[in-house]
DNA sequence: GTGGTCTAGACCACA
DNA sequence: GTGGTCTAGACCACA
């Protein structure tokens, strides 16, 4: 995984976790890898991946047992309530950004519908919040 | 205007002075007000209306004449180039996520209308970028 | 009985086991049931409970007979004092945070008994080491 | 100030800072000293003021303009919820304990009440926090 | 100058 | 082994 050095690490890691967690890598009430673990598969500091993974406690997404490891919710409700909030969130963030660039509302339905088949294409590519301008 | 603390002031005026150049707020060739005012207005220092409007000039958005001020671009394609960038970059961001809240293209199409009509009726609220946690 | 994961599990058990004494739920030179037993109980390590009873013995108010097994202390004046000194305790934390909270003391003391009878009516809500945020 | 080795020395710090903005040592909207200052004064690392000072943050007593330096609230609601939060929680800790050393209400409050005002001869002495056995 | 991030590394209690 | 804390110190953008 590549990191935006515009953005916080252990905040793009907390995106990641929620990713995996929503999109069910990360099944409920399962044992989630080590900090040390997660510091190199990522190639970061544990203190970094450490500070992700409070944030995930914080919001009720995780619990660490002190001495056995850390796990996912095992509650159905708070993953399904992830998924709207940041679905939510993501969709308000288009239209927001569609609006300040003219865009009526079938041509922002248009152009997600555009780039929603290029990106089954080609996953990797246009992540646009590493390049900034241009 | 509100600034998100996390991100830096210079930034979201370039978004900000962008909006107002692709909603046509500022037209081809128009003035621009002066550093003083533009700072006075957003109530942030003259410097960091300088650097964001110096970003805006590096993109071929605006440019300054020494003696009278700075104009907004008069080339009708500089500004369709950025609409079309602008929406692009948004709608990617969002397919980016939708998909990893586990959406599939119908629900995502479905949300960003729904979204859409809210944000419509009520345009302050849902910035998502200022509310981080929860 | 639930558990604050910030805290150690065998210094809950040690509160929770001089709380049995101080309320003669284990009375008098009666006998604590086995290591193994009390783990089951409170579904933790016999490690953990180890630890907590040795502590128990280690302040006098419990001793181990090698063969029979473990019993509460036959001094009165042991429980009296645990009794005294756990209260005091209380109440100076109690003062200590209550002034810290800009509190004089009528109203330390009228707060003190709203809470007792809200407690009353549900002993087990307001834990308030169990929810450290908001 | 003396930290409690048992408790991590960022939540005192949290503890502290919220004492005296709860006390008014730290008035509304006023300017927190910078995190290398405060660091210097409690004798610790700056990341661990850092740490609390965030803390700080996430619960809307504080906020940081990243180059000003940190203001404490200028919401005299967050101040005085701050200020019930603090006391109610310190009240339903005190009746806990004391009904599990066997008191009854009025012993609680007589009890309460005496060591009021020896907290008042000698604030200093108990704070049964660092002492935890005996 | 300010707040914020990150690392390397030591250290701890707990189980 | 586990998660968690703390330090020293470097580094960064911003204003």
């Known amino acids: 995984m ?37 510091a190199a598969e990522f190639g970061v500091n544990p203190n970094t991946v450490q500070r992700a993974l ?14 056995t490891g850390r796990y996912v919710t095992d509650h159905p ?6 998924r709207t909030k940041t679905a939510t969130r993501a969709a308000d963030d288009y239209v927001a950004r569609a609006k300040g660039a003219g865009l009526r509302l079938p041509e922002a ?16 590519a246009p992540d646009s919040k590493a390049t900034n301008h241009d």
Do not use: C, Y
Request: charged share 35%; glycine share 6%.
């Open 77 to 82: 409700d708070q993953v399904a309530h992830l």
């Open 109 to 124: 339905l248009d152009l997600a519908e555009k780039r929603w088949t290029v990106h089954d294409a080609d996953p990797t």
């Open 54 to 67: 409070a944030e995930l406690d914080r919001e009720g997404l995780s619990h660490s047992e002190r001495t």
């Open 2 to 38: 590549e990191f935006d050095p515009a953005v916080p690490i252990w905040l793009q890691l907390v995106d990641e976790f929620k990713r995996r967690i929503a999109m069910g890598e990360w099944g409920l009430g399962q044992r989630i890898n080590g900090v040390r673990d997660l």
